[in-house]
């Protein structure tokens, strides 16, 4: 008796993935999300192209095309007048002098912090690490009225030391150094306690060379803020032979050389301000971005 079987099936092929409707897709998003992102870096960059244009342009040139960037013709003018006619070299000595010593005092005092909140067992270690977070969450324009004050009774008020000292420690750098601090392996500082290390020793020469990519970061950040500081110069000191950068530019802005806009000389002052920020950056950018890593990896 024969058993009816039913005829075998043929399975078709599988479908290939349709590449080709993807990939029209994946282009058209890729265009349009760098369109978007030109677009915006165009936006932030112009206002640094206009200060570029205007300080090459004649005055009567920059007041009548303010927002063109191309000056015609090319005039140098500007740049005679500010270091013929202005005190920006004194104002650039005393922002290098407040600068260097700041960004020295920042780096090492913000590291030993950053050490001690890390690794030091002490009573009230918590607290201390708490009031570190509250002053980074304070304004510091609620602050300029008590800083004020302090100067005053302490007698330090309109001098170098008044426009130094208190600039020497900022909060947010020595959260930085404790965060990288932190993940520092314990074992390391054991093996130097072992061959009879104190702790200085330990943080000085054992954990502070490995914490180079947070030191770099902290000495951009402290370079970037003590140069652009302007409102503790403004409650700090009155004497004009000691304004810095940013209050001696802030004096050419509210029109302290006479009448007239002045656009070419304030814009070309303002643009030989920022050249030493800029410099800095570009020359540890690979070390900020690499420090900016390691520290995003290891959070």
Known sequence: MAIATDPPRTQSPPSAPDH???????????FVGYAILVFFGLVF????VIQI????????????????PFPGPVDLTSFEKIFAGTNFPLWMGNSLLVTIIVTIGRVFLASLAGYALARLRFRGRSAVFAGVIAVIAVP???LLIPKFLVLNQLGIYNSYTGLILPLLVDAAQVFIMKQFFESVPVSVEEAARIDGAGVFRTYWSVVLPMARPALITVTILAFQGSWNEFPHSLVAVQDPDLFT???GL??????SLGQGTQYPLKLGAALLATIPVAVI?????????????????KG
């Open 20 to 30: 080709g409707r993807r990939r029209p897709r994946g282009l058209v998003n890729t």
């Open 45 to 48: 960059l112009y206002p640094f």
């Open 53 to 68: 244009g205007n300080s090459f342009k004649t005055e009567s040139d920059a007041a009548a095309n303010p927002l063109s």
């Open 140 to 142: 510091g324009v609620v």
């Open 245 to 247: 950068l940013p209050r």
């Open 250 to 255: 802030a004096d050419l802005v509210s029109g």
């Open 281 to 297: 950056f570009v020359i540890f950018q690979r070390y900020f971005v690499r420090g900016a890593n390691e520290g995003a990896d």
